[in-house]
């Protein structure tokens, strides 16, 4: 049985991927434009070379354009992979422009597995990450499957920073929370 904080969560997720798929192109477009530029401003400032990021996915803020740039900067960037031995675990792959990619089993896409490009988590510099709702303490609700959960389980142990990234429709005064559930270092908002 669920317990009302489970329900509260599942009902905030429904709401939230609603608003988000109601913003316009336009609106998308502006807060990938808002979004490039706070990232950009960030890495620069920790001088960060290794940039963990996300394809995204259901109404999620667009990284193309910052991916683009950090390739244009000499970055190396790294997406998330579902484990395959691991279940509900990521792991991170170094992807460049011509990176074999394929969907996994939520239909996103994700570079192919190959073990030599995959990056120890403690390796990231800034690990950006997808995010359905958030709140001002930097509680962050995911889709659910307790993927980066478990991979920001360590922080703030870890030499990286976990970072969101938002709409500004995402934010709520205050997330029902799990004990499992990372507070992030930042909340990027557009």
């Not at 530029?37 to 890495?43: N, T």
């Not at 960037?77 to 579902?82: A, N, W």
């Not at 969907?103 to 073990?115: R, S, Y």
């Not at 307790?146 to 709520?172: E, K, N």
Request: aromatic share 10%.
């Amino acid at each position: 049985m669920k317990n009302s904080n489970q329900v509260l969560r599942n009902q905030l997720r429904q709401q939230m991927r609603k608003m988000r798929a109601n913003l316009t192109p336009l609106q998308q477009q502006q807060a990938e434009d808002s979004i490039t530029q706070q990232a950009l401003s960030l890495i620069s400032q920790r001088n960060a070379q290794h940039i963990g990021l996300y394809f995204s996915f259901d109404g999620e803020i667009s990284t193309q354009k910052l991916i683009k740039a950090l390739w244009a900067q000499g970055k190396q960037v790294y997406l998330p992979v579902l484990h395959p031995f691991n279940s509900n675990h990521l792991l991170f792959l170094r992807y460049l422009p011509d990176s074999p990619m394929q969907k996994n089993k939520f239909g996103i896409w994700e570079p192919k597995l190959n073990v030599q490009q995959v990056l120890p988590l403690h390796k990231l510099d800034i690990l950006f990450t997808p995010l359905v709702a958030f709140d001002k303490q930097g509680n962050r609700l995911g889709m659910g499957g307790g993927f980066y959960d478990r991979t920001l389980q360590d922080w703030p142990h870890s030499s990286f920073i976990p970072v969101g990234l938002a709409h500004q429709c995402q934010q709520v005064e205050q997330l029902p929370t799990e004990v499992w559930d990372v507070r992030l270092y930042q909340i990027l908002v557009a």
